[in-house]
């Protein structure tokens, strides 16, 4: 089966690091884009960037850019989102997805809630 | 970037009706339009790809049609699991936006 898994919920302090995992099974890791997407509390999709894991290739969202980092372990199939200092706005789940043809995210992680707060 | 608005934001209905969600995106995305359906406390799931491709699994009243700017997700005739919120999305070049939503309720 297809799958992605990711990392359990995490409560963090403002000015904290953080890096949030997504470990693909059941396909060719190196072959998929993985894409990350910011849902916070009551509100829409964001998309943020997404990563190609088979070079560490990445693409930022403006509104994103400079605020996260994507990065990717192909030895263990995992790609990760990580924080340098969260921010309490930064509170929100987080999705990772596969891309397949043209960018389309056909399968999802269960999501990580990140709660930000002093 | 490519601004995606959707309408309504809200949508009451009742079982056995049919339904229209509109997508109109700021520019041209030729058929790069893809469908979401979120349920609470759940991921996303892919419905409709392509404007029109219906994923393996997701039932034939759902159907996406659409070109250009102006798309549409339509839901033949409404059943239970089908009140959620529904999404589109442009993946015609990065950043890959949303749409901000549409929140289908139970009369």
């Known amino acids: 089966e297809v799958q992605l898994m990711q990392s359990g919920a995490e409560v963090k302090k403002p000015g904290d690091s953080l890096k949030i995992s997504c470990k693909g099974s059941?396909?060719?890791?190196?072959?998929?884009?993985i894409g990350w997407v910011r849902q916070m509390p009551g509100k829409g999709l964001e998309w943020m960037g997404i990563?190609?894991?088979?070079?560490?290739?990445?693409r930022y969202s403006p509104s994103f850019q400079g605020q996260v980092t994507f990065s990717v372990d192909k030895s263990i199939s995992t790609a990760y989102l990580h924080w340098s200092s969260l921010k309490a706005s930064d509170t929100a789940m987080f999705y990772c997805?596969?891309?397949?043809?043209?960018?389309?995210?056909?399968?999802w992680g269960q999501g990580t809630m990140v709660t930000v707060s002093s | 970037d490519i601004q995606m608005t959707q309408s309504p934001s809200s949508l009451s209905a009742s079982v056995g009706d049919r339904v229209t969600i509109t997508c109109r995106a700021s520019?041209?995305?030729?058929?790069?339009l893809n469908w979401y359906q979120q349920k609470p406390g759940k991921a996303p799931k892919l419905l409709i790809s392509?404007?029109?491709t219906l994923q393996s699994g997701v039932p034939s009243r759902f159907s996406g049609t659409g070109s250009g700017t102006d798309f549409s997700l339509t839901i033949a005739s409404l059943q239970p699991e089908d009140f959620a919120t529904y999404y589109c999305?442009?993946?015609?070049?990065?950043?890959?936006?949303f749409g901000q939503g549409t929140k289908l309720e139970i009369k």
């Open positions: 059941g396909y060719s890791f190196t072959n998929y884009w």
């Open positions: 520019q041209s995305i030729s058929i790069y």
């Open positions: 990563i190609n894991p088979g070079d560490s290739e990445t």
């Open positions: 392509a404007a029109t």
């Open positions: 999305q442009q993946s015609y070049t990065t950043p890959c936006s």
């Open positions: 997805a596969r891309l397949t043809y043209q960018d389309t995210s056909d399968i």
